[in-house]
């Protein structure tokens, strides 16, 4: 074993929790009252780094919670979900997950969902720049081409569905951080997440578009897509839901069976 | 990129809008690198915008170098493209380690300076510049505790390392100062033991006085004994760029910039008093 693992692995012990200080003093020079407290600072900083992070990636959730709340939160994720990457914008992927089956937060039981919401969010904020297709995507095609072909995307945008109104609670504390008093709880929703230009959107979506858009990103062809749609509302109109998708930008791109490798 | 003299602060999300509508006369602007490893958004086009009026300092807080670990093959891909994008006119990073085990603790750790460490840090370095092609500035860390088992200074350390590898030195100023008043030595002496021929970028930056000693919080204005550090540095020739850093309770803009123009001030005096010194 090296030797500077070896004390890398007990230096990070004490770092991980207090438990581990007393493995870890007889590694450092000076006075071990003071290293002991100066141990604790170092712990104390790498904890405020991950709970920083996760307040950039979820403040909706900070909202409902009260800040006090959530920090107790992250630090609990934290000791759950330790950070692996040099980069702390990547540490939070497993929030939502790690609230699903959490205790403590099982009286919120939409938070999970808000947070899978947030997280949608902070990915789109930073996806790649893409041109949405134009006006004109859908121009000249027959309806059997239109049928057969497959649609891609821009980048960050995001389908969710949840038993709660998560659209509308995020939407809802982007002007007032006590919105949740003022949401109907009791309602399922759909979500949608995209980027117009520099700016990260959020809406609802009905049901039957939800399953349209969501058949769509999983590269299944319009016309089995508009099936899905039908068998969740039969009267379904496509046309609707493409003009929103071209004027809000969702599109990059559509494809043919002959360009699909 | 010739930055001799030049003064420079921190890019940071709440000056954005201010600084590239004013752009105010600075040398150069810094960021964290890992704050732009994703692939498009608005602050990467905020930093791309930047880039076409100022010079960018990138500099790294997640590659830990000194980690036993292993390497951090992904972070560094993900560098070498902010790189490519960025054409940065500098490339920093820390003398520090931060993962054991497959955790990351996502902070600046203290290692002991061994011969161990040295080798390891060294293949790092090399590893890391030869991937970007270009030198990486290393910079002093402030480091609350040392290790018993160290068998060398910090300023040995680095100086090994500059000769190792061909890096450069980010020489942070009140990293400097802070370990000298934490543990009791000369600021002074521990300058002058540093290799200061491979200064590549200049630190300077407030920190705090905990019951604990000094703690690094870039949160705060630069003190008097730093600016003489600032100006002791330019006496002995050193003519790298020096940048404001400020990263918590981030004041206005107006007073990055006057720091910054302290800074350059600094630079000024020393180059006066210099001129004087070889007139007479």
């Known amino acids: ?261 | 990129m010739n930055l001799d003299l030049a003064t420079g602060i921190g890019l940071r999300q709440p000056h954005y809008a201010q600084l590239l509508a004013e752009r105010p006369p600075l040398g150069f602007v810094e960021v964290h690198s890992e704050n732009f490893f994703h692939e498009g958004g608005a602050s990467l086009g905020v930093l791309e915008r930047t880039r076409a009026h100022y010079p960018v300092s990138l500099h790294g807080v997640g590659l830990a170098l000194a980690s036993a670990d292993g390497g951090d093959a992904a972070h560094v891909d993900r560098l070498a493209a902010l790189v490519d994008r960025i054409e940065p006119a500098r490339v920093s990073e820390h003398l520090c380690w931060g993962r054991v085990d497959g955790r990351h603790f996502n902070d600046l750790l203290p290692f002991p300076y061994t011969g161990e460490a040295l080798s390891l840090v060294a293949a790092r370095v090399s590893a890391v510049q030869d991937r970007l092609k270009r030198p990486l500035l290393i910079e002093n860390l402030s480091a609350y505790v040392r290790f018993r088992d160290s068998e060398m200074s910090e300023a040995d350390f680095l100086a090994e390392l500059v000769c190792l590898t061909g890096c450069g030195l980010l020489l942070d100023l009140n990293n400097l100062y802070v370990n000298a008043c934490n543990f009791g030595e000369d600021a002074f002496d521990m300058l002058a033991a540093l290799p200061l021929h491979a200064v590549g970028e200049i630190h300077v930056a407030g920190h705090a006085q905990t019951e604990y000693g000094l703690i690094d919080t870039h949160g705060s204005r630069v003190c008097d004994e730093v600016w003489a550090l600032l100006r002791a540095v330019r006496a002995a020739g050193v003519r790298a760029p020096v940048l404001v850093e400020w990263d918590t309770d981030l004041p206005s803009l107006d007073v990055l910039l006057d720091e910054a123009a302290r800074a350059a001030d600094a630079g000024d005096a020393t180059a006066r008093e210099v001129g004087h010194v070889r007139a007479a």
Request: charged residues 20%; aromatic residues 10%; negative net charge.
């Open chain 1, 1 to 261: 074993m090296s030797a500077l693992r070896e004390a890398q692995r007990r230096f990070g012990a004490a770092l991980a929790g207090a438990a581990g200080e007393p493995d870890a003093l007889p590694l450092l020079a000076g006075d071990p009252v003071r290293n002991r407290a100066l141990l604790s600072v170092y712990r104390a900083t790498s904890v405020a780094n991950a709970v920083a992070a996760l307040r950039l990636a979820f403040p909706v959730c900070a909202q409902i919670t009260g800040d006090d709340f959530f920090d107790a939160l992250a630090r609990r994720y934290r000791d759950a979900c330790p950070s692996s990457d040099g980069d702390l914008n990547r540490y939070s992927a497993g929030f939502p997950a790690f609230l699903d089956g959490f205790g403590p937060v099982s009286a919120l039981p939409y938070l999970p969902d808000v947070a899978r919401l947030e997280w949608a969010v902070h990915e789109a904020t930073t996806a790649a720049d893409a041109e949405p297709a134009g006006g004109r995507l859908f121009a000249g095609l027959d309806a059997d081409a239109l049928a057969r072909a497959r649609l891609r995307f821009v980048p960050g945008f995001a389908l969710l569905a949840s038993d709660w109104p998560v659209a509308d609670i995020w939407l809802g504390h982007a002007d007032d951080a006590k919105a949740l008093a003022r949401i109907d709880l009791t309602s399922a929703q759909c979500a949608v997440v995209w980027r117009e230009g520099w700016r990260v959107r959020v809406a609802a979506l009905a049901p039957a578009a939800y399953a349209l858009w969501q058949a769509l990103c999983r590269r299944e062809a319009v016309g089995t897509a508009w099936a899905a749609a039908c068998a969740v509302e039969p009267a379904f109109d496509p046309g609707p839901a493409f003009a929103q998708a071209l004027s809000a930008g969702w599109l990059h791109a559509i494809d043919f069976e002959e360009d699909v490798p």
